[in-house]
């Protein structure tokens, strides 16, 4: 066991890939030298060479493109987005090429695209967004965002050996915030798997990436208000583990959605569907949303901390919900 | 233009002061060495053209009336700036001043101003769109689709790319194999030319005459500006891959080094006047870092609504 932040163990994850497997390679803006403009990458070229860790020119379509036509070839490409905000230029070769490509003709696509997301830096509006409901929405993808060190290393590797194009998405806020134990050594967290990150037994708060900390912080502090609440962090966002979530609904019969991500047809959403479909009659209380409003990130610090879900609106919500 | 561009630098040294004391909330992109272009290109424009700035263009939002104030007010994130504490750097516009905002994705604007400059010709107005991207820019397919798109239907979009040897980390050599990026001006059957980026008059009269051939309908313009980033990609970059030799060498050809000799020269400006401009600067800036210091933060929306202004009305 050693101390490790979640951007460290990123790291990790991918340096103990590369090892593994010659056909995982790194593929990027500035990974090489410079180690990537969150340092991600740092050491990596020194280590591993020209070959596996690729500097490209700024062209987002072509970095995907060519990850595409290397994983067809039995490559297991992982490419970067300096921030996840330009995912967007490669939104085409994302969601027309590598998306459906198993669907109509049964070829594999086992591809990587990794890189920062999120708000709560100051980024403003380019260099903070949340992109997962674009790509959950999208068939053929897997979407997958860790907010814990442990999770960020067993994640970053089950994406890497998964046989389909994952979107992993790291939150930028966490990168140098969270610090962990977590073990030396290979070990992999599976995609698709949910984890209870708090066990309670009065209502449940389903969320994921930095958002885990602002449900942690709100059920410790309803804790004096004698309200247990159980707190649920998705891990993969495509496909949701079904279990996991209805089994807490079953348990706490209160939800509370938490998520970054901006409001209408955001994944908070899509869970309230499932959850009024497949456990409706387990319901004591309304499903409750509480996201970021739907209105680009604001770059401005009183805007933007007004912008992102606060502890004081999920006690609020939380004790809302106890009520019923 | 003296005035702009010495009041380029200067207010890139007091955002720089400003960023070193914590008050510039994101990061702060440096302009230092390549005033020259933005300042000389903004100027070859009429007052009916549209100009569309990228993050290191300070200068040409300066000739197009903005004022120190609004940059200060801008990076500070206060409620006076020009979005308001919305959005960060010069990511910020005013059609009335002729000024197009840009977005942080590279390339995205050029296919924008070929837009604007298609308004223009369908409208039979006389407006050229003139815009700006990087050596590294120039890789996005947004370049090549908003230029070829520009150059078949013969619009008057005129595009300087500051070539400035480096995209953050990366030299222009591994960007491109052919480092000369006006070729693809031929490429695509349009004019192009690659001209020295820190010889202020140079840069004034090529754009100059670019521009008016656009005017005219003789189609659009790659101007490829020979520059070198003096600073890090940002002041967070302490750019420690650029060889220090080569920092050296574009050191002397400072631009506006270059353009003051020439003033004095010629006997247009003397010492005494260029002391006066200085003074006028540190006398301006003074008061507007003070404004934007004492300017107040914005206020937010009520929690979990959004902020005004998401749509039109
Ligand atoms: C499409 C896109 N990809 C990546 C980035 C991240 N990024 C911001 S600036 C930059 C380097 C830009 O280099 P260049 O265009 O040469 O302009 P310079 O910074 O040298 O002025 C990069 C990679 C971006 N803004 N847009």
Redesign the pocket.
Known sequence: MATTTYLEAIRQGLWEEMERDPDVFLMG??IGSYGGAFKVTAGMLEHFGEKRVIDTP?S?EAIVGAGIGAAVMGMRPVLEM??MD?IA?AFNQIVNYAAKMHFRWGQAVPLVIRGPSGGGVHGGPYHSQNPEAYFAHTPGLKVVQPATAYDAKGLIKAAIRDNNPVIFLEHKFLYRRIKEEIPEGDYVVPLGVARVAREGKHLSIITYGAMLYVALDAAKQLEHEEIDVEVIDLRTLSPLDEDCILNSVKKTNKIILLHEDTRTLGLGAELASIISEKAFEYLDGPLIRITAPDSPVPYSPPLEEAYLPGVGQVMDAARRLAAY | MYYFLRLNRSVDERLGNLYRQGKVVGGLYSSLGQEGISVATAYALEKQDVLGPMI?NLGATLVRGFKPRDLFCQYMARSSGPSGGRDCNLHFGDLNRGVMACI????ALIPVMAGIALSSTLRGEDRVALTY?????TR?GDFHEGLNFAAVKDLPLVVIV?N?Q???STPVTSQMKNTRISDFAQAYGIFGTTIDGNDVLEVYNTTRAAVARARQGAGPALIECNTF?MRG?AEHDDAKYVPPELLEFWKKKDPILRFERYLFNNGIMTQAEQQTIIDRITRELDADVAFAESSPLPVPAPCGTALPGVYAD
């Open positions: 803006e500035d700024i987002e300096q921030f330009f230029c | 290191r942080s994705m590279l390339g991207i990087g050596d590294g820019g996005v500051e400035n480096f995209a953050y980033r990609h």
